[in-house]
């Protein structure tokens, strides 16, 4: 399929890095388990740490689909629409998860990396399975943006932390134990 041709190395790239930055994710939270956790922090891991790991799944998922060898572009768009409604609900679960949290007030950093920018790496899928059929060139590069905004906000969201729960967290403990 002639639409595809010169993506092959760009959803490797891609695609291993997400793959790596999910094992380094979980590496990350078995260092930290040894963390008491609150239900507060569980609740603000389901808003600001689980999404990361979804936004890094999702684009390994976006670098296999445009890698598997496909007839057409029928069945990659459709795939595309799905991904990026999905997302776009998640997006919405996320909001919810962000307001019902009481861990952490989050200003507009977080609403942008973790709302505004995931949101619209979804619909820009979305967008890109409606004008495949005609424009598979464009299409492509809309889902290739998709995919590189989903993974650098999974990377600023998964920095942002844990640098959070080091210089945070564990000074709050230390503080903890010195007036014990």
């Known amino acids: 399929m ?20 999910i094992g380094l994710q979980f590496v990350v ?18 808003a600001f740490a689980t999404p990361s790991v979804v936004h890094f799944g999702v684009v390994l998922l976006l670098s296999a689909i445009i890698s598997a060898p496909w007839d057409g572009m029928a069945a990659i768009a459709a795939l595309w629409a799905l991904v990026g409604l999905c997302g776009a609900a998640y997006g919405f679960v996320i909001v919810r998860r962000l307001r019902v949290q009481t861990a952490y007030r989050p200003v507009f950093e ?15 899928l979305v967008v890109s399975a409606c004008v495949a059929p005609s424009q598979a060139r464009a299409a492509l590069f809309l889902v290739g943006t998709a995919a590189l905004v989903l993974l650098f906000v999974g990377i600023h969201n998964a920095w942002d932390a844990v640098t959070y729960h080091v210089f945070v967290m564990k000074r709050e403990q230390r503080q903890d134990r010195r007036h014990r």
């Not at 002639?2 to 930055?21: C, H, K, M, P, R």
């Not at 939270?29 to 891991?45: C, E, S």
């Not at 977080?110 to 820009?124: E, G, I, S, T």
């Open 2 to 21: 002639t639409a595809l041709d010169g993506w092959e190395n760009f959803y490797v790239i891609v695609g291993s890095s997400a793959g790596a930055l």
């Open 29 to 46: 939270i078995t260092l930290i388990a040894d963390t008491p956790i609150a239900r507060v922090d569980a609740q603000a891991g389901g």
């Open 110 to 124: 977080d609403w942008l990396f973790h709302v505004l920018l995931p949101l619209a790496a979804y619909a820009a």
